[in-house]
Structures are given as structure tokens and as C-alpha cells.
Nanobody
């Protein structure tokens, strides 16, 4: 079974930075799709960013409200997915989830993923 384990969450002040990590040692292959989602209390789970990789291409997509502040990346040699978050604001407060393998025919920005981590909490406040 695919296991995803997130880490790196915490509490920061507005304007601060955090880097989330997702270990995915059992999710490998020549064509992969992974994503970060977040869910704030009382709100639906929403996509933050995704990243698609195959033998010749790496592409990523971002939600509008994180563009220019967040960067998704993968270290294939270590099987770790990252989310570098900068210039954080209170609206970024949520539980962040790592997801793998879109169940759709494309790398999705909707929560249609087969595998999910347990989440890591991010709190931004002064």
C-alpha cells in the first residue's frame, strides 16, 4: 500500500515561511502525479498545488491565492514531496495534506486522489 507521511507544519507569524515534506517511499514510477491540499476548519478541502512528472516532463499548477508564494517540488532520489511556503498569512491556516495518484485522466486540482496522508497543521497568527 502507498503510504504518505507529512511533516513540517507548525505555528508562524504572518510573513513567515515553512517547508512541508511528504515522504512517499512506496509511490514511485515513470509517470506520477502528486499534490498538496489544505482544509481549514469548517471549509472544504482545496487544492494548493500539484506536480506531474514523467520521463520527459515536469509540470506544476497552483491555486491562485498561493501563486508566487508557494513552490511545490519533488526530490525523486529521496522520494519526498515538498511545499515551500513563504509570505504566509492567516488565511493559510489549515491542515495540509499530501495526495498521490489522481483518479482522473489528468493531474487534478480537485480532491480526486487515491492516496492521502494524515495531514500536518499550519497556523499563521500574530
Amino acid at each position: 500500500a502507498v503510504q504518505l507521511v507529512e511533516s513540517g507544519g507548525g505555528s508562524v507569524q504572518p510573513g513567515g515561511s515553512l517547508r512541508l515534506s511528504c515522504s512517499h517511499s512506496t509511490y514511485t514510477g515513470t509517470k506520477t502525479c502528486m499534490a498538496w491540499f489544505r482544509q481549514a476548519p469548517g471549509k472544504e478541502r482545496e487544492a494548493v498545488a500539484n506536480i506531474f512528472k514523467d520521463s520527459s516532463l515536469t509540470s506544476s499548477a497552483y491555486a491562485d491565492d498561493v501563486k508566487g508564494r508557494f513552490v511545490i517540488s519533488r526530490d525523486s532520489s529521496k522520494n519526498i514531496l515538498y511545499l515551500q511556503m513563504t509570505n504566509l498569512n492567516p488565511a493559510d491556516t489549515a491542515t495540509y495534506f499530501c495526495a498521490a495518484e489522481s483518479t482522473l485522466a489528468f493531474c487534478s486540482m480537485t480532491p480526486n486522489y487515491r492516496y492521502w496522508g494524515q495531514g500536518t497543521q499550519v497556523a499563521v497568527s500574530s
